[in-house]
Structure formats: C-alpha cells, structure tokens
C-alpha cells in the first residue's frame, strides 16, 4: 500500500515492530525516552538465537527519505545484533553493537556504521544514519541505479562477534523509541512534544549551540514551534515546561540537521 503526499502512514501500511524471528516485541509502559511508552525487544533464544525484530517491514525510497534514527537502552551488556534489510532486494547490513568478523556471512553486506557503536549500559541514547551516503560510498560509487533505491525488511539481526556464532544472552531486553525515517532536506523544521494537563505553557528556544537552557519566561502556549526558512546546518530544539503552579522542568534537546 502506497501513502499519498502528506499523507499519514497508518500501523497497517507502516509494517513495523513486529516479531521476525527468535524474538518477541512488547509495548511497554514503564520505560520510555520520550513519552509514556517503548518498545521492547526480548531474545528469545540462549545460543544462535536470531533476535530479529522487524523496524519496518514495507518498503521505502531510500533516496526520498535517506535517514533513519530512534532511541535505544540497552538492560544488559553484550548484545550482538546489525541492522539488517534489502535494498533493491540485495542483503543489507548497518553495523550496529560491533565490527563484523573479516570473512564472515555478513561481512560482504556491510554499508556503514550506525555511529558510535551502540553503548550497552542501561541508558537511553539516540543513534542515525544516512543510508542513501552509506551506498552512494560502497555499493554504488559511480552512481545511482536508475531505477531508484528501494528499502524493505529493516530489523535487527543477530551477528557474531568471535567467530562462535550469536551470542546475545538468553532473555536480553534492548528497549526501542522514535524510530524514524526521515529526510534531511527541507527548511521549515517544524516540532510537536507530548503535554500534560498540569503544563502552563512552555519555554522555547532554537539555536546551533547543544545545551541552551532556555530563560524562565513563556515563549509558546501550545506545545508545537515551528521555524520556517531556517538555513542548512546543525540546529538544536530546546523546550522547558512551566506547571500551572510555576514550576519549571528540566530541559528537553532535540538535534537536528539541514541539509542545503
Ligand atoms: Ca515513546
């Protein structure tokens, strides 16, 4: 099923976070990096489990929406898992908790790196990639294909990380937020964030510089901000909530980057 400009993909058309293999998806309601809610990713299996949950399992134009990013918290250490799809139905892999070994089954798939490497200690953290730079750098160094680039089947998959086959632990939990795939092109940035019934309004402020702390006076009564015509580069989104009783929250940053 095809979505239409502007239109909104629907759970059925968006395929994604499903069960693949090995593994099982939850919604979870007591961990989240933004929101009420995550995903949860549990192994299913103690030795060569494939621990394969589906992203997004319709495809996508890789050249129309290049990017991809979403929170992440890893509840143990040692995971072993790539980001897995087909693009143009070849076998894709983004490394994701760790280099594939020289010469293994994955290695001739490798594009890229979803950089840094995925920290496994029980924090939330944010990781992205551009896949359309990753092929344009490997796969397709004198151009595009004219037919195009289309992305199916993303999800995780486990990889090996000394030649002993997969090694996640048996019952791992990795925890999953916003995933996203967008584009990097386009001027007018434009947020919404969650409210609550207690927010008396809020304090916004978008800049180049990571860790504004925006001053305590009201700037936005409605929990969006839009900034139209902004030019290419690195801009951050910094929003604190005032309660109706006056008390300010801690501040939310959000990075984004403009592509000219
Ligand atoms: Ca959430």
């Known amino acids: 099923m095809e979505t239409k400009p502007g239109e909104k993909e629907t759970p059925a058309t968006f395929g994604g976070l499903e069960i693949r293999r090995e593994a099982w998806v939850l919604r979870n309601t007591d961990d989240a990096a933004t929101g009420s809610a995550c995903a949860e990713f549990i192994n299913l299996n103690v030795d060569q489990g494939f621990y394969s949950i589906f992203f997004r399992k319709a495809p996508w134009d890789v050249s129309r929406w290049p990017c991809v990013s979403f929170n992440y918290r890893f509840k143990q250490a040692g995971c072993a898992l790539n980001l897995s799809m087909l693009v143009n139905d070849a076998m894709t892999i983004v490394e994701w908790t760790n280099k594939n070994i020289e010469g293994g089954y994955f290695a001739p798939s490798v594009v890229g790196v979803s950089e840094p490497y995925a920290l496994q200690d029980d924090a939330w953290h944010e990781t992205s990639f551009d896949l359309r730079n990753m092929l344009l750098k490997t796969r397709f160094t004198n151009g595009l294909p004219p037919t195009g680039l ?111």
């Not at 925890?175 to 967008?182: L, P």
């Not at 409210?195 to 809020?202: E, I, K, L, P």
């Not at 305590?216 to 900034?227: C, R």
């Not at 139209?228 to 006056?246: D, E, I, M, Y």
């Open 150 to 260: 289309i992305a199916a089947e993303l999800s995780t998959w486990a990889t090996a990380v000394n030649g002993h086959g997969y090694v996640n632990p048996k019952d791992a939990r990795l925890y999953i937020d916003n995933f996203t795939i967008y584009s990097n092109k386009g001027k007018d940035p434009a947020f919404t964030w969650s409210a609550t019934a207690d927010d008396g309004g809020y304090a916004v402020v978008f800049d180049q510089k990571p860790d504004t702390v925006p001053p305590e006076n009201v700037t936005h009564t409605e929990a969006k901000a839009s900034f139209p015509n902004t030019a290419p580069g690195t801009w951050f989104l910094h929003v604190r909530s005032c309660s109706k009783a006056n008390a300010w929250s801690p501040v939310a940053h959000k990075k984004i980057t403009i592509e000219p």
